[in-house]
């Protein structure tokens, strides 16, 4: 999240699982990990049978809960408030991290005159543009006092956010993609007050701003009382200084709000005050929902993002060229000013010898975004008639996404529909099987349902959520028609560039000059040796090495190709280069050396040979923060990477994330450029000014610090800023199937929030065509506490119905005290939970749980807020016509015989068979 | 049979089901499994101790007084192993996995009841065919006594033992009600010989054997009241589940009919008369009360606890 | 090539002779049971130990047990009873995650109790313990078993030879633990092996192995003993008094369990018997009473027979 | 004779093994195994692929994997009856317009169909510049969306036949969502 990436310089988690292990104290918030993610959690297990305290701060008692030390109920959306209630509590009460936080933030530094917080405006920050919802930083003086970095000055008028550079979970690139965002000047050149009394420096206007969250406040906002936020508090800052650590894990119940991005930017601010990232045991962990999250963003599959975090271009004078886009989107300082390495060494590995110094690497090829082509908004265009063809590759939208009426809609209207999946999902079958939809005869879209092969029937790497890059290998061939995602897109390619091939008009050029050959050089052989029965499947080694990049003027003995990339140390914007995601050079460092199928196991507790994580094999990021300026651990208890002043040169258990021979009393001279800019004092490379921001002047487009507004729907007023109730950049899709009850109304006064079951898969795609799975949860049911159902006269086990201003579903009441009304400000308000993972098709079937949920967007990365939006209850069916299950109960996956396998050595539960 | 059966398919409209935060969690749900044994035991309890009560009372009665009851027992010993053959079919088609019937065979366990009772059954069954076809032989006019007498007195205590295993295997488990049911083994078996003399009874009534029919008569109005002993032992040790399960009308309502239908009739019938018409409905109103204790013995494990005690509230 | 799993595929299997005719499979079928042969030599003693403390619910323990086996789903039954669906062990399910949620009715609608220092328990409880069969070292199933379909192997864990078991349901009703039942589909007994099959190639059972937070132990006998006792002190001093182990060690009325546990409420709470017994401390006793009663029927009519003697 | 005792300790050899008890193996043996990574949730745990004669007989986790230590969770744990799963779509479907049923068709008929799809709908949207006179060189009419269970190389391929190649400009994935 540029959460992340605003405070950091990488918007990625910042530690790795195995080093929650190390942990004194864990707090996690927004995260159901041992629900979630149940293996990863055994590491929390670990720190506290060491004696960690684990703290779960959550709506729901749930099975983490039940393990946790401490469990806190907050009321969903009120995320802010808390982690700002112990942002005041640290700075108040004199807890933070002096030495870490003066050199390792900005803390010192002085922004500009003219900077209005929210303490001054009434919840709003000064820049805020009426006309359009958005701020615009520039005037609002958000940048810091001195001479401005190099991007400044930019007055276009403001495009149609977001044109966010970040993704999903971006990099911070400083600047963000607003081109109206100056990148400010590096510190050394940029004003600072080391004393911190300054009253337009960071600290100052911090303490002022969060002087509002007291305790008393929190616990009227969220609904906890303060002896138990109290004592959180006191548990982080006991946990946090030179001996110990405290690590905060956080994963969808954040990231699904429209103040997303503040929440995890306020638990940034919290940790960077603490002391905690770049250390052992401490940072952030941002636990990713699914198996390759970090890598679709890495090498993103997202609209307005190329690979390696590069900001598609947009449409418009500044990108039109690739000077000028570099001018735009690169950096002076920082290790973003090798910002145009890596867009040419991109446009070398896409276009090849097509792409040269004279025609800009082809950079006018690459499409310019016009608009908001984010998934919601383009479904919003969808449904109302705007799109003609769609993919899906692996993706069910209509059961799975936010009001997934209104994507199931989009669907309905389109032309044709192509689906890759392995079953007939909701969005392959929405024609025929959605009970609440118009008959077939009615429903124009044309569908392709191709099967794809399961993961043991193909290979490739997935990035998992500590950033580390994973090969699988192919176990078999997968049957029938089944094919890999891979052998459908690349022969796809293959048919349209034979469509194109006699096309001289230039709009075809791009697609003619593609590389795009990928075949095997001898035919590929299953792992017990048999040659593969697909013809045709490309060899996605060969995409990896494309991946790690090439040294084009270079050819390596040992293949007689250009020499693979050991580093993107190696890039150059020359043309010499070519790179497919430039982060993840390295993984592929010479032939037949694939980093991500490595498996070997050594006595280094990193076990760096065990996979390849981006960047540079690094395990925790800004690792240099895990020693004091001088280069000397914290503590002996917490010693990760230290300066060796013998060797000089950085050395440690981790790969330092820093330049291995700067060291720590390097100041760089005036006027620096590059990473010459960044000081021996400086871990957060990424940055500008190589320091972590409390205050960021840049990148978000909701404001440089986090604000506590309400949901878009919710039954309580703001109770910080009583004139700004929720996210004033948020954005809405106005129209008829997405109504959206802005104001706080008596219509739903119940807060909901949807969840995630450690038995089940998302929309269920991968789950409820599962028996095995299907028996352990096999019906859609509401957690709700016995006061809201005595209210209500719903009896636990019997039928509720769940109204939203979306619509209406159907569930089994589970009424426990799990769930518990919380006390707002004087007032009762009831929370209920949502598992979201059923829909109309499979095993088991039921109404699903985002018929209720909104598309709107946060203004950073289009995020929606499933998790915490105003709902209605009442007892008994509401009518809905009750999905039945499209196919029948498979109780055994199969009952073929293992073949050759004596009958004493056949799995012993296929009763009677071979008895 | 099937296991689960009563979990398959989709429930459409369910039942409000009781809160589970009460935080007693499994306290009230029962533990044990029944072995889902029903009338077929019943009656094979019933079949068991007649065949084996029949054979031991025309046996003990021959070898005591064969002037007496030879002709009677030559009549007996068929009918036993009929009963004895009818009651096998139904225990091999009680298993799960009949064509495994011989399976049994395998081994032979002292501490399994059931090992015991089928060897005693298997073993018991061949001297008592030898015993039923020299009887048979006897009709035709081919009399081997002394044969007939070694094979009698060779599968006494195998019929015996036939008798003893059936109670003690439905004792010696851990279901709800037979885990008490320290009389069990004793009432079966007590119960097995008045059966078994009630029958002998029987057929000397019909063949006539006026001698035989009143040393019988007397015989089983003594065992009629002899076993009302272990049958009250057993409704003790039965009592506390008993009150779990039924309600005390129903409880009384059993107790009492079965008790008149298998006591106080066969007895005052008995004690009125000793025509044919008096004894057969005397046997008859005993094998009925008989069947109906052994019915009810076998389905209390197979019965649900009252729903009220079984689940807590919220 | 570390790990014994990747080992094994190393290993040659062994093949099953061709199929005899249809009278030949017949007499198999008649004589099979009887073939017998030197039983392996005897190994250390291996089973389970439960530490529901660190317990997650994920039902890991249940997937790997059915994929493992290959055994059948049980049909889908929302149950309402907290997260369990699953209900109960059976010939289908040989792993049986059990949750108990435990909520003072103080907190209803106002704030939990806030006097528990950090490593204390939560006044508020979700109480979780994957059920599984408990490998008895005097196991009544073992006992009540006719054919010898239920032995000891060569690990003492208590294994059903489901060739060999005819389905008289002798186990099911001696089971005190309600662990066994027999199966509609071939209609044998069934309930967990202690994955045997793993055990013979030196694998750990699929449920401990897939375990995430390990609340299920495997591994030799004394050394899980040796284990769960040092847990129970180690939460005690943790300030968890309630911690105790069931089954570690033989009562008076029932032997010591190959596959115990480590709770924080009473037995009966988790569904285990408080005071589990062995119901053939009373065997002899009941054959006696049986004999009783016969002989004393059997003395009556000689009575009466000798009394009549004309 | 009917004598018992609580701890009997000559249990072993009581009763006769029976032929199939003394020649019980694990399946794995003789098996083919890949080293894989699990396709469901971020943590990445290891799994080791077992299968005999082009058969998949046992998923199961990876020992020495350093993230998950050979620990899998229901839904790892299922990652076999994922892959071996009679629901499985086995032959491309398609659904014409209006049409209420699915129709099996070839794979080859399907890619051709979707190609034209795709150029028709390019060559018709294929938008140079703006009114504005911005250049864009983009396709709004067509887009993608990934699920983020498909491979790093597979979003690669999409990203640069879509973006780099079509000038498609909807490609998305689930990781906004």
């Known amino acids: 999240m540029p959460g992340l990436g605003a405070t950091f310089g990488r918007g990625a988690a910042t530690n790795y699982q195995q080093d929650m292990a190390n942990s004194d104290c864990i707090l996690f918030m927004g995260s159901n990990m041992a629900e979630a993610q149940p293996v990863g959690f055994r590491w929390p297990m670990k720190a506290k049978e060491k004696g960690a305290t684990l703290i779960h701060v959550d709506p729901r008692f749930t099975r983490m809960s039940a393990v946790c030390d401490v469990h806190v109920g907050i009321r969903s959306g009120s995320d802010i408030t808390f982690l700002g209630g112990l942002v005041n509590y640290v700075l108040t009460n004199d807890r933070w991290f002096h030495e870490y936080v003066l050199a390792y933030t900005n803390a010192a530094t002085i922004i500009e005159e003219g900077f209005r917080d929210t303490e001054d405006l009434a919840g709003l920050f000064s820049g805020f543009e009426q006309a359009t919802d958005t701020y615009n930083p520039k005037q609002g003086n958000w940048g810091y006092e001195g001479p401005p970095g190099d991007c400044a000055g930019d007055a276009t008028p403001p495009a149609e956010p977001p044109q966010s550079g970040l993704g999903h979970e971006g990099h911070g690139l400083d600047g963000g993609s607003d081109p109206r965002i100056a990148s400010p000047a590096p510190l050394s050149e940029a004003g600072r007050d080391p004393t911190l009394q300054h009253p337009l420096c960071v600290m100052q206007i911090l303490r002022r701003h969060f002087a509002r969250y007291t305790p008393d406040i929190v616990s009227q906002v969220c609904g906890c009382n303060p002896e138990e936020f109290l004592r959180v508090a006191e548990l982080l800052c006991a946990n946090s200084g030179r001996e110990r650590t405290t690590m905060i894990a956080y994963a969808l119940g954040w990231t699904q709000h429209t103040t997303g991005p503040q929440i995890i930017r306020t638990a940034a601010i919290l940790q960077l005050l603490l002391g905690n990232p770049g250390r052992p045991g401490g940072g952030i962990m941002a636990l990713r929902g699914h198996s390759t999250i970090q890598g679709a963003t890495d090498i993103s599959t997202l609209y307005d993002s190329l690979p390696g975090y590069l900001p598609q271009p947009l449409a418009g004078p500044e990108h039109e060229t690739l000077h000028s886009y570099i001018e735009h989107k690169g950096q002076r300082t920082g290790y973003w000013s090798n910002f145009s390495k890596f867009i040419v060494s991109l446009l070398k590995a896409w276009y090849g010898d097509a792409a040269t110094q004279g025609n800009d690497f082809a950079f006018s090829w690459l499409p310019r975004i016009d608009g908001d082509y984010s998934d919601m908004a383009y479904f919003d265009r969808m449904s109302k008639g705007g799109v003609k063809g769609y993919f899906l590759t692996g993706q069910n939208p209509a059961g799975g996404g936010p009001n997934a009426g209104l994507h199931r809609a989009g669907l309905r209207s389109l032309d044709w529909l192509v689906v890759l999946d392995w079953f007939e999902t909701e969005s392959a079958t929405f024609w025929k099987n959605d009970p609440n939809a118009p008959p077939p005869s009615e429903i124009k879209t044309e569908v392709f349902l191709f099967p794809t092969a399961a993961a043991p029937e193909k290979e490739g790497s997935l990035t998992n959520t500590q950033r580390l890059i994973q090969w699988h290998n192919k176990s078999i061939d997968p049957a029938g028609d089944r094919r890999s995602d891979a052998w459908i897109i690349y022969n796809l390619g293959k048919r349209l560039k034979q469509l194109y091939a006699d096309s001289t008009d230039p709009r075809d050029q791009p697609l003619l000059n593609l590389t795009w050959d990928y075949d095997f050089d001898e035919p590929p052989r299953l792992p017990d040796g048999t040659l593969s029965r697909i013809q045709g499947e490309p060899d996605l080694a060969k995409v990896l090495m494309e991946i790690n990049g090439h040294r084009l003027d270079e050819i390596d003995p040992r293949s007689g190709k250009p020499r693979l990339l050991s580093s993107f140390a190696e890039l150059k914007d020359d043309g010499t280069t070519a790179c497919g995601c430039w982060i993840y050079s390295g993984v592929f460092p010479e032939p037949g050396r694939n980093r991500a199928n490595e498996r070997t196991i050594t006595d280094n507790p990193f076990q760096p040979e065990w996979g390849f994580a981006w960047p540079n094999n690094v395990r925790i990021l800004y690792n240099r923060a895990s020693a004091d300026p001088a280069g000397r651990p914290w503590s002996e208890r917490k010693k990760l990477v230290w300066w060796d002043a013998e060797k000089r040169r950085w050395e440690g258990f981790d790969r330092p994330d820093f330049e291995l021979t700067k060291p720590p009393d390097y100041q760089p001279p005036p006027g620096a450029t590059g990473m010459a800019a960044i000081a021996g004092t400086q871990p957060f490379i990424m940055k500008t000014d190589g320091v972590g921001w409390l205050y960021a002047p840049s990148i978000l487009k909701d404001g440089p610090l986090p604000v506590h507004y309400e949901p878009v729907e919710s039954p309580v007023a703001n109770l910080l800023y009583p004139l700004q109730q929720c996210n004033p950049t948020v954005r809405l899709f106005e129209g008829p199937l997405n109504p959206i009850a802005q104001a706080p109304t008596s219509e739903f006064p119940v807060v909901a929030t949807t969840f995630r079951l450690t038995e089940h898969y998302l929309s269920g795609a991968m789950s409820r065509f599962n028996s095995w799975l299907n028996e352990l949860q096999p019906a859609m049911f509401v957690e709700l506490s016995p006061e809201l159902a005595a209210e209500r006269g719903i009896v636990h086990g019997g039928w509720m119905t769940i109204r939203t201003a979306r619509g209406r579903i159907d569930a089994r009441a589970m009424v426990t005290r799990r769930l518990k009304p919380f006390l707002i400000a004087g007032r009762i308000v009831h929370q209920i939970g949502l598992p979201f993972h059923w829909a109309f098709a499979g095993e088991s079937v039921g109404d699903n749980a985002n018929d209720l949920t909104a598309i709107l967007a946060d203004p950073n990365v289009s995020m929606h807020d499933c998790k915490a939006f105003a709902c209605q209850v009442e007892a008994g069916r509401g009518g809905n016509s009750a999905p039945q299950p499209t196919v029948t109960t498979a109780p055994w996956p199969t009952l073929d015989p293992i073949p050759k396998t004596p009958a004493s050595a056949q799995p012993e539960g296929r009763f009677g068979n071979g008895k | ?314 | 090539m570390g790990s014994r799993e990747k080992e094994l595929a190393a290993l040659p299997q062994v093949v099953d002779p061709p199929p005899r005719g249809r009278l030949g499979a017949w007499i198999e079928r008649l004589i099979y049971p009887f073939r017998r042969g030197k039983p392996p030599e005897p190994r250390p003693a291996t089973g389970f130990f439960t530490d529901t403390t660190v317990c997650i619910g994920c039902k890991a323990c249940e997937v790997a047990c059915k994929q493992w086996n290959q055994l059948p789903s049980d049909g889908f039954h929302w149950t309402g009873k907290s997260y369990d669906n699953t209900e109960e062990l059976s010939a289908t399910s040989w792993r049986h995650v059990k949750f108990i949620e435990q909520f003072s009715r103080e907190s209803a609608g106002q704030f939990p109790a806030l006097d528990i220092l950090p490593g204390e328990p939560q006044h508020n409880r979700w109480l979780m313990m994957s059920d599984v069969c408990k490998h008895c070292v005097a196991a009544p199933c073992h006992q009540a078993c006719p054919t010898g379909a239920i032995i000891y192997n060569e690990f003492e864990n208590v294994y059903i030879q489901a060739d060999i078991c005819n389905g008289c349901s002798c186990c099911v009703a001696a089971c005190p633990f309600g662990v066994i039942t027999r199966s509609s589909m071939g209609g044998h007994s069934h309930k967990c092996t202690l994955c045997y099959d793993r055990q013979r190639d030196g694998l750990e059972p699929a449920c401990a192995k897939a375990c995430p937070t390990q609340s299920i132990h495997f591994g030799p006998i004394d050394e899980l003993r040796e284990l769960a006792r040092n847990r129970v002190e180690e939460l005690h001093r943790r300030g968890m008094p309630g911690a105790y182990l069931y089954g570690d060690a033989a009562t008076e009325t029932y032997s010591e369990l190959h596959s115990f546990y480590l709770l924080i409420d009473r037995p009966a709470v988790y569904g285990l018997p408080d005071k589990p017994f062995n119901q053939w401390l009373y065997m002899r006793g009941d054959y006696g009473r049986s004999i009783a009663g016969g002989l004393a029927a059997i003395a009556v009519l000689l009575v009466v027979l000798f009394l009549q003697r004309g | 004779m009917f004598g018992f005792s609580l701890s009997q300790k000559d249990k072993l050899s009581q009763e006769p093994f029976s032929v199939e008890t003394l020649a019980k193996a694990s399946r794995l043996r003789g098996a083919t195994v890949a080293e894989s990574v699990c396709p469901y949730c971020s943590v990445g745990c290891g799994q080791l692929i077992y299968s005999k004669g082009g058969a998949l007989i046992d998923i199961e986790g990876d020992p020495e994997s350093p993230i998950s230590g050979g620990h899998l969770c229901p839904k790892g744990a299922n990652a076999f009856q994922l892959a071996v799963n009679s629901h499985r779509v086995k032959n491309v479907l398609y659904r014409a317009p209006y049409s209420d049923h699915w129709e099996t068709k070839t794979l080859d008929w399907a890619m051709d169909q979707i190609a034209q799809r795709v150029k028709s709908a390019r060559d018709a949207d294929f938008t140079e510049r703006d009114e504005e006179g911005r250049l864009l060189n983009s396709v709004r009419s067509i887009g993608t969306l990934g699920g983020a269970s498909i491979d790093n190389e597979e979003n690669y391929l999409i990203k640069k036949l879509f973006c780099g190649g079509l000038g498609v400009v909807s490609i998305e994935n689930q990781a906004r969502i």
Request: hydrophobic fraction near 55%; include cysteine; aromatic fraction near 8%.
């Open chain 2, 1 to 314: 049979m099937q296991t689960n059966s009563h979990r398959r398919g989709h429930s459409a409209e369910p039942p409000p089901i009781p809160g589970w935060g009460a935080g007693d969690g499994y306290a009230h749900t029962t533990i044990t499994k029944a072995p889902q044994w029903h009338g077929g035991i019943a009656a094979d309890a019933l079949l068991n101790g007649l065949a084996t009560g029949l054979f031991m009372a025309a046996a003990v009665s021959e070898l005591a007084l064969p002037a007496v009851f030879t002709s009677v027992a030559k009549v007996a010993y068929p009918m036993a192993l009929v009963l004895l053959l009818v009651d096998l079919v139904m225990l091999v088609f009680d298993l799960g996995d009949p064509y495994r019937f011989h399976h049994m065979l395998r081994v032979f366990k002292p501490g399994s009841p059931m090992s015991v009772g089928v060897w005693c059954l298997a073993i018991f069954s061949l001297p008592l065919t030898a015993a039923a076809g020299l009887s048979l032989l006897a009709a035709l006019g081919h009399d081997f006594e002394w044969a007939r007498r070694i094979a009698v007195i060779l599968a006494l205590p195998f019929g015996f033992g036939s008798a003893a295993y059936k109670g003690v295997l439905l004792s010696t488990n851990s279901q709800p009600g037979w885990k008490d049911a320290r009389w069990m083994g004793g009432y079966l078996t007590n119960s097995a010989i008045l059966m078994g003399c009630a029958a002998l009874l029987a057929v000397s009534a019909v063949m006539g054997q006026a001698q035989a029919v009143a040393i019988l008569r007397t015989a089983v109005i003594a065992l009629l009241i002899i076993n009302v002993i272990p049958l009250g032992l057993l409704f003790a040790n039965l009592q506390p589940t008993l009150a779990r399960l039924f309600t005390r009308e129903r409880r009384w309502r059993t107790g009492v009919l079965t008790f008149i239908a298998g006591t106080l009739i066969p007895l005052v019938l008995l004690l009125v008369g000793d025509g044919p018409v008096f004894v057969f409905a005397a046997v008859t109103s005993l094998l009925l009360g008989s069947l109906v204790i052994r019915f009810v013995y076998v389905m209390i494990p197979h019965t649900k606890p009252s729903e009220s005690r079984a689940v807590s509230g919220t």
